[in-house]
């Protein structure tokens, strides 16, 4: 699987757009960038995943580069209840599970 | 509305004691999986299940074995457990293994060994 390099923590007022960045400069073509979060003491949530287009769902946005080397996870209304760890992972084909790193630490304040 | 359920949620072992995480899914997943994650880091894979019948090892297979009962359920075991075994162990599932396929995970298990 490709590395991803991420922030280790970022702060974000409540209300406000969240847009935490990752990159993947050795993505290949056939790996999906993934987005999952872990709040304290839970086990990972699935938020978002894409492979080439930007994709929106109800929890997040994801808009990755032309040239896939980078990705922005955006959450568009922070709450305090999104204050978590962040993942991104991206995934090779063929038989392969997640391989989670340390991700971001995203701290939401009123 | 349950999803992965794992048991028990706390565990407290002696050095040298057996014992076996469960884990149940009911989405009628083919894959299933265990993590485990300790302090500061990311989740590390132990073993995998791709369908029914298979096992596989993962990152960090050493002192541990599984078994996949059916396809609802996969086990864990800690045959002869040691301090360094202490860590939060997370089951997963999917549809099946491979990219395009969402993981879903269990809240947890805490398991300390003394």
């Known amino acids: 699987d490709a590395k991803t390099t991420q922030p280790p923590s970022m702060d974000c007022a409540e209300g406000r757009a969240a847009n935490l960045p990752c990159n993947h400069s050795?993505?290949?073509?056939?790996?999906?960038v993934y987005w999952y979060r872990q709040i304290h003491s839970q086990g990972p949530q699935y938020i978002i995943h894409?492979?080439?287009n930007n994709e929106t769902n109800e929890m997040a946005s994801l808009i990755i580069t032309e040239d896939r080397k980078s990705s922005t996870l955006i959450l568009p209304h922070a709450t305090l209840r999104d204050t978590a760890v962040y993942y991104c992972?991206?995934?090779?084909?063929?038989?392969?599970?997640?391989?989670f790193g340390k991700g971001t630490m995203l701290l939401v304040s009123p | 509305n349950a999803g992965v359920t794992q048991t028990p949620k706390f565990q407290v072992l002696k050095t040298g004691q057996s014992m076996t995480l469960q884990c149940a899914q009911d989405?009628?997943?083919?894959?299933m999986y265990w993590y485990r994650q300790d302090p500061g880091m990311g989740l590390r894979l132990i073993y995998y299940?791709?369908?029914?019948?298979?096992?596989d090892k993962g990152e960090v297979p050493n002192g541990y074995n599984v078994s996949r009962l059916n396809k609802r359920e996969f086990s864990l075991r800690l045959e002869s457990a040691a301090p360094s075994q202490t860590s939060v162990y997370f089951c997963?599932?999917?549809?099946?293994?491979?990219?395009?396929?969402?993981?879903?995970f269990g809240e947890g298990s805490w398991l300390t060994v003394v």
């Open positions: 997963a599932s999917s549809e099946v293994v491979g990219p395009g396929n969402t993981i879903y």
């Open positions: 050795t993505i290949s073509g056939n790996e999906y």
């Open positions: 894409g492979l080439k």
């Open positions: 992972i991206v995934r090779v084909s063929g038989y392969s599970t997640l391989t």
């Open positions: 989405m009628n997943h083919n894959s």
């Open positions: 299940s791709a369908s029914e019948g298979t096992t």
